[in-house]
C-alpha cells in the first residue's frame, strides 16, 4: 500500500513539474507582463464602461501561445462592483518575452494590438 502510494506522489509531483516546464516565462516576467498591461490599461480601455481586473498570463512553449485572464468589473453604485465571468485572450506564435515587451517599460506594438482587439471583442460580447 506504502508504495502505491509513494508512485501516486511521484507520479503527481512529475505531472506538476513537466506542465510548470512548459511555461515560457518565469513568474518575474508573468508578473511584468500583468503590471505593463495593468499600466496601459489605465490610459485606453479602462476609460471605458468597464473596469479590469487582470489576472494570470502565461505562457505554454511548446504550443507557442500565451493566455491572459481577467475579469471585467462594473461599478454600478459608490461600492457596488459587480465581476464578469473569467475573460480571456490567446495569443499565438509566442516564442519569446521580448515578443510581449520590447523593453521593462513597454509592451511589444504586436503585442499591444492583439490585446486590444481582444478586449474589445470581449467587451462587445460580454454578459454580467
Given amino acids: 500500500m506504502k508504495k502505491i502510494i509513494l508512485m501516486l506522489a511521484l507520479l503527481m509531483t512529475s505531472a506538476v513539474f513537466a506542465n510548470q516546464s512548459n511555461e515560457l516565462l518565469s513568474p518575474t516576467q508573468r508578473n511584468e507582463v500583468i503590471r505593463s498591461i495593468d499600466d496601459v490599461c489605465g490610459d485606453t480601455w479602462c476609460e471605458g464602461d468597464y473596469n479590469f ?76
Fill in 53 to 128: 481586473k487582470f489576472i494570470y498570463f502565461s505562457c505554454d512553449k511548446l504550443a507557442k501561445s500565451c493566455d491572459l485572464s481577467f475579469h471585467f468589473i462594473k461599478s454600478e453604485e459608490q461600492s457596488v462592483e459587480t465581476y464578469s465571468p473569467v475573460q480571456v485572450c490567446h495569443f499565438q506564435n509566442i516564442t519569446n518575452f521580448k515578443q510581449i515587451k520590447d523593453s521593462n517599460y513597454s509592451l511589444n506594438d504586436n503585442f499591444y494590438e492583439e490585446l486590444t482587439n481582444c478586449i474589445d471583442n470581449r467587451q462587445n460580447e460580454v454578459q454580467f
